[in-house]
């Protein structure tokens, strides 16, 4: 069984998904619904590591990111031995690329 471990702007992803939620729709049980969807989902991927697709498969380069789609959300992810790091937790509209690879793209 593979451990989970979230990077700390994956915990602050989390942070603002539920503020934004609670003030645009006035609902703290909406938001925690949402975390706790996406938490079920993530929780998953103990038993299952490689169950989200290879991140390779919708981009032009090779990279050992792999994400998984969570509803609305889709938390971004990698696997070293039995250690499941969790990256990102993006709403599904964000420009994942910029976010996620931003700095490997201004170094080009």
Do not use: H, W
């Amino acid at each position: 069984m593979a451990e989970i471990k979230f990077s700390p702007e994956a915990i602050a992803d989390f942070q603002q998904t539920k503020e934004y939620i609670s003030e645009e729709l006035g609902s703290i049980d909406a938001a925690n619904n949402t975390i706790q969807k996406i938490m079920k989902s993530i929780k998953m991927l103990e038993t299952f590591p490689l169950s989200g697709a290879s991140l390779t498969s919708i981009v032009d380069f090779k990279t050992d990111y792999r994400f998984l789609v969570c509803g609305n959300y889709t938390a971004f992810y990698r696997v070293e031995n039995d250690v499941v790091y969790i990256i990102r937790v993006l709403y599904g509209r964000r420009n994942f690329m910029r976010i996620l690879f931003e700095t490997q793209i201004d170094e080009n």
